[in-house]
């Protein structure tokens, strides 16, 4: 089970930190991405984590405001946002998978709920 937590109310240029804690997985062995969704929307790739956090990638709309960091010791993901921006705003998931293809919504099996991100301008 993921479950993200940190979600919430932000004027433009705010910062936010999104966790997401993982239980009945041991996230050593899982590549973890966060993802976003707004309504009539595809869930777009944020970024991508290694099961190491040895490797990362971004979107290109996130790149250098965006950091992915994972914690291993604590079975959590983090996503610290800087500089946000209205249309950042989204429900935000984290999901991992064993198996890494590409930061791609399809190829992750095991998702969280989602927070929601809002960025007031």
């Known amino acids: 089970q993921l479950v993200e937590s940190g979600g919430g109310l932000v004027q433009s240029g705010g910062s936010l930190r999104l966790s997401c804690a993982a239980s009945?997985?041991?996230?050593?062995?899982?590549?973890v991405g966060w993802f976003r969704q707004v309504p009539g929307k595809e869930r777009e790739g944020v970024t991508c984590i290694s099961s190491s956090g040895g490797s990362t990638n971004y979107a290109s709309s996130v790149k250098g405001r965006f950091i992915a960091s994972r914690d291993n010791a604590k079975n959590t993901v983090y996503l610290q946002m800087h500089s946000l921006r209205p249309e950042d705003t989204a429900v935000y998931y984290c999901?991992?998978?064993?198996?890494?293809?590409?930061?791609?919504?399809?190829?992750?099996?095991?998702w969280g709920q989602g927070t929601q991100v809002t960025v007031s301008s």
């Open positions: 009945g997985i041991n996230l050593d062995y899982y590549v």
């Open positions: 999901a991992a998978d064993r198996d890494y293809y590409a930061c791609e919504a399809t190829y992750f099996g095991a």
